[in-house]
């Protein structure tokens, strides 16, 4: 029986370690993203209305909810998980600081007594947010620091010092907009087990600041 040749025989090594690495990366994200929908459509389950889940591929779903209980009316979630499939591509969003999130907007029945931007500097959107101006104070919750921007720097300390733990663990970015148009942004970090916490903490939340 004559010999693989090497180059072929390396070849033939890579393709089934990146064939491997794609189905078990695809099927952890597809598990992952099933546990993750049925923990956030639970934890909505309480906030009325409407749901309804559209997927994306293996790395991303959207959750909606219509004619949702005050505080809010309507609301989405967006859950973007790390693409997993592919080494090089995980590998490379991994040292970016890319990780499983969720960005959720919420309009909201009355309008917040305060409005504010706070995000947090080491993550990919408090890096960009922080660049795209220059009127940010720090604030303190925690134990982290968080880059904060308001008119009212001192009220909106005020009102996001009543944060519970488990909602600052897991803020990459809140926006708070008051006027003609209020709504609650947040975007957030996703960990099994602390989305049904962190989402009933923003719900008191955006209760606290609409009261």
């Known amino acids: 029986m004559a010999a693989l040749d090497p180059g ?6 890579i393709a089934g370690f990146f064939l491997v690495w794609y189905f078990a990366g695809g099927g952890l994200n ?3 993203a099933r546990r993750l929908a049925n923990e956030i459509r639970d934890s909505l389950i309480a906030w009325g209305g409407t749901s309804r889940v559209q997927p994306f591929g293996s790395t991303a779903f959207r959750m909606t909810t219509e004619g949702a209980n005050p505080p809010f009316r309507d609301l989405s979630v967006v859950v973007t998980l790390e693409p997993r ?8 969003a991994h040292a970016q600081g890319r990780r499983d999130v969720a960005v959720l907007e919420a309009s909201l029945r009355q309008t917040p007594r305060i409005g504010f931007e706070l995000v947090d500097p080491a993550t990919r959107i408090g890096k960009r947010r922080a660049r795209a101006k220059s009127s940010w104070s720090t604030v303190n919750l925690a134990g982290r620091e968080f880059l904060l921007s308001s008119k009212n720097e001192r009220a909106a300390g005020e009102v996001l010092r009543r944060l519970g733990t488990e ?5 990459a970015a809140l926006h ?8 609650i942004a947040a975007s957030l970090a996703l960990e099994e087990g602390k989305v ?3 989402l009933s903490g923003l719900r008191e939340f955006a209760q606290t600041v609409t009261a």
């Open 196 to 198: 049904s916490p962190l």
């Open 30 to 32: 597809r598990r992952l």
């Open 8 to 13: 072929l025989l390396a070849v033939l090594v």
């Open 85 to 92: 499939e592919m080494p090089i591509n995980w590998a490379l």
């Open 167 to 171: 909602v600052v663990g897991g803020i």
């Open 176 to 183: 708070v907009t008051a006027g003609s148009e209020p709504g």
